[in-house]
């Protein structure tokens, strides 16, 4: 065996074996201006969602959503989630009709291990302001799956103008308030009755508005409450009537007559003073409390 390797002009005991480095590799993901598609996939006053698809990588997501505050967020859904930590360089491609136009870094995108990768507001609104004017944001990271490979992701903005306009169209009508805002509220009273005070009509019209659109809440509670005004069975009487009239509403509003259920408590369990008209004013309420899965 040795006699071979030295017919061969190597040497088993002094020969050093080299190595070469193997060259990167790139794989580039993008739609081509054909398969470029962007879809509004959620349109209601609670939800807005712009979708993209990256053939054979995955999918880029721009979501906003009902609030007291403008909001966004960015996903980047692939189909291989990674299987390390590591950072993805966020970069805006100019097209190539755009000469002397120069790539601009715009963030880092931080990948977790078998997590899609997300950027926070402003930047998902960069990358829109980027793809409104033509421009191709694109992702740069290391392959965890193979040493020498570097993935690059673009997204396309061919087609997005249209898309984009309707989208913006969503995100200004979306609803003021979230299903955290309004999940837990209380509804008073005026004296003597099942009236509801001004602010709590409106903040009633409101839960009836959003329940039009959330098809996931699965209850709601109504907790009746009043002073101490009147007699005990009366103040017990009323504080039924007054939950069981909010349960009406929301039946005619739409919302499946199971999904409620009422109590009423009378003059028990004040949470304020009954000695004084404020304290009272507090103490005549409904107590609304609705959950999702």
């Not at 995108?109 to 997590?115: D, G, I, P, W």
């Not at 193979?146 to 913006?168: E, G, H, M, R």
Request: glycine share 6%; proline share 5%.
């Amino acid at each position: 065996m040795r006699a071979m390797f030295c017919v061969l002009g190597i040497s088993l005991s002094a020969a050093s074996v080299v190595v070469s480095a193997a060259p990167t590799q790139v794989r580039q993901y993008s739609a081509s201006i054909d398969q470029s598609q962007w879809l509004l996939s959620k349109n209601t006053p609670l939800h807005c969602q712009l979708e993209h698809n990256i053939p054979n990588f995955g999918t880029a997501i721009f979501r906003s959503h009902a609030g007291k505050g403008l909001n966004m967020d960015f996903e980047l859904a692939m189909l291989r989630l990674p299987d390390n930590y590591d950072l993805a360089e966020v970069l805006s491609v100019p097209p190539q009709w755009r000469a002397g136009e120069k790539t601009k870094a715009l963030a880092s995108m931080r990948l977790l291990k078998q997590f899609n990768g997300d950027l926070p507001k402003k930047t998902a609104w960069t990358l829109l302001t980027e793809l409104e004017q033509g421009f191709s944001p694109t992702f740069y990271y290391a392959d965890w799956y193979s040493p020498f490979d570097k993935v690059v992701a673009a997204l396309n903005p061919v087609q997005f103008p249209t898309q984009y306009a309707a989208f913006s169209q969503c995100i200004a009508g979306l609803l003021p308030y979230s299903f955290e805002d309004i999940a837990f509220t209380v509804l008073t009273y005026e004296s003597g009755g099942d009236q509801l005070t001004r602010d709590s009509r409106r903040r009633l019209s409101q839960i009836a508005e959003y329940l039009k659109y959330d098809t996931d809440v699965e209850s709601i509670e109504l907790q009746g409450y009043t002073d101490s005004f009147g007699g005990r069975w009366m103040n017990e009487q009323l504080s039924v009537q007054r939950a069981e009239k909010i349960k009406a509403f929301f039946v005619a509003a739409g919302v499946s007559e199971d999904k409620v259920q009422i109590e009423g408590f009378g003059e028990r369990r004040h949470v304020a003073p009954n000695e004084t008209s404020l304290g009272r004013a507090i103490n005549r309420r409904v107590v609304l409390q609705m959950a999702r899965p």
